[in-house]
């Protein structure tokens, strides 16, 4: 229902930290499987499986799918931005100086956003890459 | 963790544990099932014309997803042009944002809540 990691490239030290050792998840259920199970569990398309497919009920997954992503990238941007404040390696004025400056920037171009919704051209997210 | 041992039968709800963050997913699984039951009778229809239907729901769906796209794209652009200023941190600052993901996943999964949120219209995401 959410996609495995949210950092496209992170470096092999630092994924260490965040995968759970081999006996851990030998001993228990790794609970990213236990996304997949509850994915079974509450989506529709599964409801088909073997049968001809039902494409409202494909979209209605998909949608949720993807407001999902979108809603806990936004959390998680949140939480790190907010850390980065508390840490004081930014000021709360400079980050609000940069959300003004950003959201004047993509409002502008928010038509972009829209016209890729329709098409799905370029892939997300379309103004910003954490790779480099 | 072994409240999350129970296999998940298919639309069934089934578990014995009391603990408060399993009543919770209970309850979510529940009315996410409920949801999707109703979902299912109403788009199998018989009378109903998948083609038309199809085109008015991914109207709706993209309407109703673009102030997502949208914050987070200037959320991402935020963070991005702060990353490009800080080199030496970046590496530092895109582990944690990982590790922040992967803690909202796995609280996904054992509660479920955004998920039925964002299906009963009433999730908001958080303010800068």
Redesign the interface.
């Known amino acids: 229902?959410?996609p495995n990691?949210?950092?496209p490239v992170?470096?092999p030290v630092?994924q260490v930290?965040?995968t759970p050792s081999a006996e851990d998840s030998a001993l228990?259920?790794n609970?990213?499987d236990?996304?997949l199970?509850?994915e079974?569990?509450?989506?529709?398309a599964?409801?088909y499986a073997g049968q001809a497919k039902?494409?409202?009920?494909e979209?209605?997954d998909r949608?949720?799918k993807?407001?999902?992503f979108?809603?806990?990238?936004?959390?998680?941007?949140?939480?790190?931005?907010?850390?980065?404040i508390e840490q004081e390696?930014?000021s709360s004025a400079d980050?609000?100086m940069?959300?003004e400056d950003?959201?004047l920037?993509?409002?502008q171009h928010?038509q972009q956003?829209?016209v890729n919704?329709?098409t799905q051209e370029k892939s997300?997210?379309?103004?910003?890459?954490?790779d480099e | 963790?072994?409240d999350?041992?129970t296999?998940?039968a298919?639309?069934t709800v089934s578990t014995n544990d009391t603990t408060p963050e399993n009543t919770l997913l209970r309850d979510n699984?529940a009315a996410?099932?409920l949801i999707?039951n109703e979902?299912?009778a109403r788009?199998?229809e018989r009378n109903?014309n998948?083609t038309s239907?199809?085109v008015e729901?991914?109207w709706h769906?993209?309407h109703?997803?673009?102030p997502?796209?949208?914050?987070?794209?200037?959320?991402?652009?935020?963070?991005?042009?702060?990353?490009a200023h800080?080199p030496r941190?970046k590496?530092a600052?895109?582990?944690?944002?990982?590790?922040?993901?992967?803690q909202?996943?796995?609280e996904?999964?054992?509660s479920?809540s955004?998920?039925r949120a964002?299906?009963e219209d009433n999730?908001k995401?958080?303010?800068?």
């Not at chain 1, 997300?124 to 954490?130: D, H, K, R, V």
């Open positions: 229902m959410l990691n949210l950092v992170m470096l630092l930290e965040i228990t259920v609970p990213r236990y996304l199970e509850l079974k569990t509450i989506l529709s599964n409801h039902n494409t409202l009920l979209e209605n949608h949720l993807e407001r999902l979108c809603a806990v990238k936004i959390e998680a941007m949140v939480t790190v931005l907010n850390e980065l390696k930014i980050l609000q940069l959300l950003k959201k920037q993509i409002s928010s956003i829209w919704q329709l997300w997210p379309i103004f910003y890459s954490f | 963790m072994s999350i041992q296999p998940i298919q639309d699984i996410l099932v999707k979902n299912i788009f199998t109903i998948i239907a199809l729901q991914k769906n993209r109703q997803v673009h997502y796209r949208v914050k987070e794209e200037i959320y991402g652009s935020v963070l991005s042009e702060i990353l800080q941190m590496n600052i895109l582990a944690r944002l990982e590790a922040v993901y992967q909202l996943r796995d996904e999964a054992q479920l955004r998920t964002l299906l999730y995401t958080p303010y800068l």
